[in-house]
C-alpha cells in the first residue's frame, strides 16, 4: 500500500465511522462485554436482549417519525398503560377471579389486540390533532395526553392490575418452535413496516419535509394537518402495539405500566442518530438505537453491575451517543 | 495615515474545507478611510474570505496584516478588540429583547455591585445610535423594527466597538431604495472619520455608487483589484464570471393568448386594498414597488397562504375557491417564493427530495408505494434541462450555492406542470450567471404558453423582462403600465413612490 492509500483509507475509515457512529459504540460495547462474560454470546441470552429491547424499540419505531417530524411525543408511556388495562379487561379467562366484566365470554384474539391499537392511534391522532389545529407545542400537547392517559388508565383500573389473561394472549409472549421469542418476531414485522412507510410511501416523505421546513412544506402542497395527525396516530398505535407485546409478556397489566418508557424510547431514537432539529433520521437507526440501550443493561447485569451504577452509564452513553453522532452534522463551513 | 497605506492586507490566503479548497492563494489589501467593495458569483469565496477576515475561520496558510502589525490565529472576540467588525449576511439580534441590551450583548455597563446598569447602558446607547442618526429609542423591542433598523444597530454595534475596519456582507439585500440611501449616508460618514468598510454585494450599481476600490474574485481566486474610476458594469460582469454576458434580460416577444388568471377587487384585512388585475397566457406580468408595498402579499393571498377578506380570482374564466396551497397547486398554479429559506428549500433533506415534493402524489405506484425508478428519472432530467450542479442527487440541498439551490425550487414548480407561474424575487442574492440562466429560463416558459406573475424589487429586471407592470404603492395598485420603450425607471419610480399627477 502507497502512504497515499493508507491515508485515504484512513480517511475513508473517519468518515465511515462517524456515519455508522453509534454502530461502533454498540460493537465495541459487544466486544467488551462478551469478552468479560463469554455467556453474553449465547442464543439464549441474545434472544433475551432482543425480546428486552422489543417494547421500548417498537415504540421507538414511532418515536422516530415523530422526531424527525420535529416534534416530540412523551404520551407513548401511558397509551401503553391506558390500551394495557382496556385490552386486559377484554383478555381475561373466564375462570379469572376478579373479572372486570364478569359476564363477558372469552373473545378472539384480535378483539382485545384491536381494542389496544385503536386506543393507541386514537390519543396519538387526537395529540396530532392538538398540535396541528391549536399551534402548541408537540411536548404540552403530549405532556397533556400523558396525564390524561395515565388517570383514563387508573379510572378504568380502579388503580389495580388486571391479570389472568387468556393464554393465546400469554402466548404471544412465547416462543416460536421454542426458539424464537414472538415479541421479537412482532417486533420485527413492525420494524419493516415502519421503514417501508418512512421509505416507500409519500406519506414518509410528507414526514421529513414537515421536519425540514414545516412551512415550505405548506406552500409546496403538503397536507400538513393531515399528516401530523397520521404522525402521532401512528406512534400511538405502535404504543398501543408495545401494549400487547407487554401484556403478553408479564400475564397482567397494571394501570401505572410503562412509566418512563417514553424516555427509553425517546432516547434509543436519539442514540440512533435522528436529530431533534427535525428532518433527519432511521428506522435502522432506532433498531439499533434501541438495541444498543438493551446490550447495555443487559450486560451491565451480567457483569454484576449494580442497578443504580447501571442508570448512571445509560446517563452517560446515551450523552456520548449523541455528542459522537451531532459531530457528523455538523456544517462544513 | 501612520507609514502604511493599507489598514488591512491579506496575503496569499488559502483555506481548504474537506474536499473543497474556497480560496486558492488571494489578496486583498483594504486602505485606511476607503470603501472597498468585493465582488464575485456565489461560490467565489467572498464570504469565506470575510470570515477569515473577522475570525470565524482560520485560513488553512496566508498571511493577514492588520495596521500594521501581523495577526496570528485569532478568534471573533479578539477581532473585535483589534477593530474588525462583520455585519452579517443574515442578521441574528436578540428579537425578545430592547435595543440597547443588544448592542451591549456581553459587555454590559456594570453598576459596583457587578449588576447590570441599565441607565448607563440607556445613556450610551444613545449616543451611539446618534453618532449614525438612527433616532430610535433604545429601549425599544428589537423584534418591532424593520430589517433595515436593525442593520443599523448591527453598524451601531460596530461604531460602539470603536471598529476600525467593518464588513459589510450583502447588507442591503432586504432593504428598500430610501434604506439603501439612509445606509450610504452612514457609510460615507464612517469613511469620513476615517474608518474602513469591506462592502459585499451582488448589486453593481450600488457598488459604482459607494466604492473607491472594488477587488473581484472567481472560484477561489484572485482576479482584479481597480479604481472603480477605472472599471465600468460590462468588464466587471466580465472578470466575475470569465466570460460575456451579453444577455442580461433576453426577453423575446412571443405570441400572448386568452385572459388566463383575473383577480377581482382582492383585498387584505392589512395589507392591500382592492387589487385587481388579468394575466393572458404567454405574459410576463411585472409587479414593481418599494419594500412594504403588498406586493408579496398579493401572491400570498391568492396562493392561498394568507386568508382574503373579499375579491375574487377566476381561472380561465371560472370562479375559483383558494384557501391553501394545495388548492392553488390543484388549479395549476406554481409559487416561487421570496425567502428561499424560510418558504423554499428543506435544508437538510437531498436535493431530489426538495425536487419531488410538491408533486409526490404522481410517484405513488399502485399498492401505494413510491416509484423511485420514475422519480429518478424526471429528477435526471430536470437537473441536465435546467443544469443544477450538484456532485449527485442525494446531496443536502443546503449544500449547493444559492442560484443552483433556486434552480431545484424552479425545478419542483416545473415538475408540477403548472399553467400560471409567480416568481417573487426569482434573482435574489445569486450570481449573474444563474440570473441570467433563469431569465432566460422564465422567457422560454412565457413562450410556452404559461402566464407569468413575477415580483421584483430591481427595476431593470421588471422593466427587461415584463410584458405588462402593474405598479403597488403601501397596499394600492398606482397604475398597470404597458411595458413600452418609452417607460423610464424615473417614471414607474413616481408611481412606486405614489408620485403621480
Known amino acids: ?333 | 495615515m501612520s507609514g502604511h497605506k493599507y489598514i488591512l492586507q491579506m496575503k496569499n490566503i488559502i483555506k481548504k474545507f474537506p474536499g473543497v479548497l474556497a480560496l486558492n492563494g488571494v489578496q486583498l489589501d483594504v486602505g485606511y478611510g476607503e470603501i472597498h467593495s468585493l465582488i464575485g458569483e456565489n461560490g467565489a469565496g467572498k464570504s469565506t474570505i470575510s470570515k477569515c477576515i473577522a475570525g470565524i475561520y482560520t485560513p488553512t496558510s496566508g498571511e493577514i496584516i492588520f495596521d500594521g502589525k501581523k495577526l496570528e490565529k485569532y478568534n471573533t472576540s479578539q477581532a473585535l478588540k483589534l477593530g474588525i467588525s462583520m455585519i452579517h449576511q443574515e442578521l441574528s439580534p436578540v428579537l425578545t429583547r430592547p435595543i440597547m441590551e443588544n448592542l451591549w450583548l456581553g459587555r454590559e455597563p456594570k453598576n459596583k455591585l457587578g449588576l447590570v446598569d441599565h441607565k448607563k447602558m440607556y445613556e450610551l446607547s444613545k449616543l451611539v445610535l446618534k453618532e449614525i442618526d438612527l433616532e430610535e429609542d433604545p429601549r425599544r423591542l428589537m423584534s418591532s423594527l424593520t430589517v433595515a433598523k436593525m442593520q443599523m444597530v448591527e453598524i451601531a454595534k460596530a461604531v460602539s466597538y470603536n471598529s476600525k475596519l467593518i464588513i459589510m456582507d450583502e447588507p442591503t439585500s432586504a432593504l428598500t431604495e430610501k434604506e439603501i440611501k439612509q445606509l450610504f449616508k452612514i457609510m460615507r460618514k464612517l469613511k469620513d472619520q476615517g474608518k474602513s468598510i469591506l462592502y459585499i454585494s451582488h448589486k453593481l450599481d450600488e457598488i459604482f455608487e459607494i466604492s473607491d476600490r472594488v477587488t473581484i474574485y472567481r472560484d477561489g481566486q484572485y482576479i482584479d483589484s481597480r479604481e472603480i474610476s477605472n472599471i465600468d458594469t460590462k468588464s466587471m460582469i466580465n472578470l466575475m464570471v470569465g466570460r460575456d454576458v451579453n444577455e442580461m434580460f433576453p426577453k423575446i416577444d412571443c405570441a400572448i393568448g386568452d385572459v388566463k388568471l383575473e383577480v377581482n377587487h382582492l383585498t387584505h384585512s392589512t395589507h392591500f386594498n382592492d387589487v385587481s388585475f388579468k394575466v393572458r397566457r404567454g405574459e410576463i406580468f411585472g409587479i414593481a414597488g418599494l419594500v412594504g408595498a403588498g406586493r408579496t402579499e398579493v401572491l400570498e393571498t391568492i396562493f392561498g397562504i394568507r386568508k382574503k377578506v373579499s375579491g375574487e380570482i377566476k381561472i380561465d374564466g371560472r370562479k375559483v375557491a383558494i384557501s391553501r396551497p394545495r388548492d392553488a397547486i390543484n388549479y395549476g398554479m406554481a409559487f416561487l417564493t421570496e425567502d428561499r429559506r424560510l418558504t423554499g428549500i428543506f435544508p437538510v433533506l437531498s436535493v431530489r427530495l426538495n425536487i419531488i415534493i410538491s408533486n409526490i402524489r404522481k410517484y405513488v405506484g399502485k399498492i401505494g408505494l413510491l416509484d423511485y425508478k420514475r422519480i429518478h428519472e424526471d429528477c435526471d432530467d430536470f437537473v441536465d434541462k435546467i443544469q443544477i450542479k450538484t456532485p449527485d442527487l442525494q446531496q443536502r440541498i443546503e449544500n449547493l450555492s444559492g442560484g443552483n439551490q433556486q434552480k431545484v425550487l424552479v425545478a419542483r414548480w416545473l415538475l408540477t406542470g403548472p399553467d400560471i407561474l409567480f416568481l417573487d424575487e426569482p434573482t435574489r442574492g445569486i450570481d449573474v450567471g444563474s440570473k441570467s440562466e433563469i431569465h432566460k429560463l422564465v422567457t422560454k416558459l412565457a413562450g410556452e404558453g404559461k402566464s407569468i406573475v413575477m415580483v421584483s424589487s430591481e427595476l431593470p429586471e421588471v422593466m427587461g423582462m415584463s410584458d405588462r407592470i402593474m405598479v403597488m404603492h403601501e397596499g394600492t395598485v398606482t397604475g398597470i403600465l404597458e411595458n413600452s420603450k418609452d417607460l423610464t425607471q424615473e417614471r414607474l419610480m413616481a408611481y412606486a413612490t405614489g408620485n403621480i399627477e
Request: charged content about 10%.
Open chain 1, 1 to 333: 500500500m502507497t502512504l497515499v492509500e493508507i491515508i485515504q483509507s484512513r480517511e475513508t475509515l473517519i468518515s465511515t465511522m462517524k456515519k455508522y457512529g453509534v454502530v461502533f459504540v454498540l460493537v465495541f460495547m459487544i466486544i467488551g462485554i462478551s469478552i468479560a462474560q463469554p455467556a453474553f454470546l449465547s442464543r439464549v441470552n441474545i434472544f433475551n436482549v432482543l425480546t428486552q429491547s422489543s417494547i421500548f424499540g417498537i415504540m421507538a419505531l414511532g418515536m422516530t417519525f415523530v422526531i424527525i417530524s420535529r416534534g416530540i411525543d412523551i404520551s407513548v408511556g401511558s397509551i401503553l398503560g391506558l390500551s394495557g388495562v382496556v385490552m386486559a379487561s377484554l383478555a381475561q379467562t373466564s375462570s379469572a377471579v376478579s373479572k372486570y366484566y364478569p359476564n363477558l365470554a372469552e373473545m378472539p384474539l384480535i378483539v382485545p389486540i384491536l381494542a389496544a391499537l385503536i386506543i393507541g392511534g386514537s390519543i396519538g391522532a387526537v395529540s396530532g390533532w392538538l398540535i396541528a389545529k391549536t399551534n402548541i407545542p408537540a411536548f404540552i400537547a403530549t405532556l397533556g395526553m400523558m396525564t390524561i392517559a395515565r388517570g383514563l388508565a387508573l379510572i378504568y383500573a380502579d388503580g389495580k392490575p388486571i391479570s389472568t389473561l387468556m393464554p393465546s394472549l400469554t402466548a404471544l409472549g412465547g416462543k416460536l418452535f421454542g426458539v424464537i421469542p414472538i415479541p421479537v418476531i412482532i417486533y420485527f414485522i413492525a420494524i419493516v413496516v415502519s421503514w417501508i412507510l418512512l421509505n416507500n410511501t409519500s406519506f414518509g416523505k410528507n414526514v421529513f419535509a414537515i421536519g425540514g421546513n414545516i412551512t415550505a412544506a405548506e406552500v409546496s402542497g403538503v397536507n400538513v394537518s393531515k399528516n401530523l395527525v397520521m404522525i402521532y396516530a401512528y406512534c400511538g398505535l405502535l404504543a398501543g402495539l408495545a401494549a400487547v407485546v407487554f401484556a403478553a409478556r408479564v400475564g397482567s397489566v397494571h394501570p401505572g405500566a410503562a412509566t418512563g418508557y417514553e424516555l427509553t424510547a425517546i432516547a434509543a431514537t436519539t442514540i440512533g442518530g435522528t436529530s431533534h432539529s427535525g428532518g433527519i433520521g432511521t428506522i435502522w437507526g432506532a433498531f439499533v438505537g434501541a438495541l444498543a440501550l438493551a446490550v447495555l443493561r443487559n450486560g451491565l447485569t451480567l457483569l454484576g453491575v449494580g442497578a443504580y451504577w447501571q442508570q448512571v452509564t445509560e446517563g452517560a452513553i446515551i450523552i456520548v451517543a449523541v455528542v459522537v453522532d451531532m459531530r457528523k452534522n455538523v456544517k462544513k463551513h
